[in-house]
């Protein structure tokens, strides 16, 4: 391979590692994360325990917040030894007894627990916090980490928030439980009696207003190479978080070599330099313009970049204004407009007669008849849908349902037990006005007659 395409794959290599896999970096928030750090530090330090949740909408750092308070706790003598670190995932731990078991693996505890009986979740629970303690007072403290916290509420009787949080405010052991979740009413989930128990705590993280040009630095900085001490943090960060297994989070500071990325500080210059002036450009701005005005989050930028880097090639081996162009065009594209340039002609007038009827009562439930009468009075006047039968309108209608355009209210065919006709059945639309106006402008082909229909309900 020649040398250039070599260091082209190095440099995309880096890049994408760098946008997927950068778990400990964390920009903003400073007041939050000292918060959830000295949290942590008085738990292992002075043995106190606490709980807090983490509420947040998704991509705006709730778990990279934690990572990095980890990666800057872990290296401290006072707390890495002192401490255990046990993730549990709402997704993945299902029930108690399935958490249970990922809890007593991941404090290795398995030969401490084997062969013991235990008449509930608390004993168990109890026994396990005990096996910490050294031959006196002293005690292990445990960090539980509760990621998408919401689904747990769903347990039976929440058995395990009940025990957790009983613990942490019982001082029976030194524990600290961290809720992350994107419900902004998690603690109306909660059952009375583990409401009570939580010390009402929550930390709320919101993406910060930040103007468009902090947004095009930043896109800066995640685009360019490092030099020097920077190439060591960064590879760091990048491998802060080496491996994820049974949920836990072991760190390595020792596992990257910088080495292996082979820039040459000629090579990074000349990137940078290349990186400071397509952002310059006003193509490549109003692209970041308009990723900017959808959403404003660091994760969504991360998204895009990791595409436009993707797209790297020995042939075009440099990001240009063109090339973002053209991934915000695909990256901001609507699956359900180009579902709805795939319909029929006739499957898309239903479309129209559907948005006409919402658009009058107010986004009123309909069913198959209210929308064929007012298609009917379209197809008398019409001259491409005048021979239309009725049995494959109701079969288009049918196809508008299956590919989820329509939703039924009942939540199944028939109202779910058979005493509804078809031809009678509820629906709702699962589509934005503005989603058929635009479907209706991309049209392939569009009859003039149902195009000056969609703009007018009058017949």
């Known amino acids: 391979m020649p040398e250039a395409d070599r260091e082209l794959v190095n440099i995309r290599r880096f890049l994408k590692e760098r946008l997927q896999r950068d778990y400990t970096t964390l920009r903003g928030y400073a007041e939050e994360r000292s918060n959830v750090r000295l949290l942590l530090q008085r738990t292992a330090e002075m043995g106190e325990s606490n709980s807090l949740l983490l509420i947040g909408p998704r991509g705006s750092g709730k778990t990279t917040l934690i990572n990095s308070v980890l990666a800057d706790l872990l290296p401290n003598k006072s707390f890495g030894e002192n401490t255990l670190i046990v993730h549990l995932d709402g997704n993945l731990h299902t029930d108690d007894r399935v958490a249970l078991k990922s809890i007593t693996v991941q404090m290795q505890l398995e030969n401490a627990a084997d062969g013991k009986v235990f008449g509930s979740f608390a004993e168990n629970l109890a026994f396990l916090l005990q096996c910490l303690k050294s031959g006196g007072k002293n005690s292990k403290s445990v960090v539980f980490i509760l990621e998408e916290f919401d689904l747990f509420c769903a347990h039976h009787n929440q058995t395990l928030l009940y025990n957790l949080f009983d613990v942490s405010q019982s001082a029976q052991a030194p524990i600290c439980v961290l809720g992350v979740t994107c419900r902004l009413d998690v603690i109306e989930l909660l059952e009375k009696r583990v409401k009570s128990r939580f010390s009402h705590r929550q930390v709320f993280l919101f993406p910060s207003s930040q103007r468009f040009e902090e947004y095009v630095d930043l896109c800066k900085d995640l685009l360019s190479l490092p030099t020097g001490n920077s190439l060591l943090l960064a590879a760091e960060r990048i491998y802060n978080l080496q491996n994820i297994q ?114 009058i009562y107010d986004r009123d439930p309909f069913n198959f008849e209210i929308i064929y009468a007012r298609f009917s009075k379209f197809a008398k006047v019409s001259t491409t849908m005048q021979a239309v039968e009725r049995s494959i309108v109701l079969k288009a209608f049918e196809h508008l349902r299956i590919a989820e355009l329509i939703m039924p209210l009942s939540g199944g065919a028939g109202g779910g037990v058979g005493k509804v006709q078809k031809e009678f059945e509820m629906h709702k639309l699962a589509l934005t006005y503005g989603q058929i106006q635009h479907c209706v402008q991309r049209y392939q082909a569009l009859p003039t007659e149902v195009a000056q229909w969609a703009q007018s309900s009058l017949i």
């Open 246 to 359: 049974s949920g836990a989070l072991y760190f390595s500071r020792n596992h990257f070599d910088p080495g292996e990325y082979g820039f040459s500080p000629r090579l990074r210059d000349a990137w940078n330099k290349q990186i400071c002036k397509v952002l310059a450009t006003q193509q490549a701005r109003s692209t970041l313009q308009s990723l900017h005005d959808f959403d404003i989050s660091e994760a969504y930028l991360k998204n895009f970049l990791f595409r436009l880097v993707a797209h790297l090639r020995p042939q075009s081996p440099h990001i240009t204004a063109e090339k973002m162009a053209a991934v915000g065009s695909q990256f901001e594209g609507d699956d359900k407009i180009e579902l709805l340039c795939g319909l029929s002609v006739l499957e898309l007038c239903l479309i129209i007669a559907i948005k006409h009827h919402s658009e």
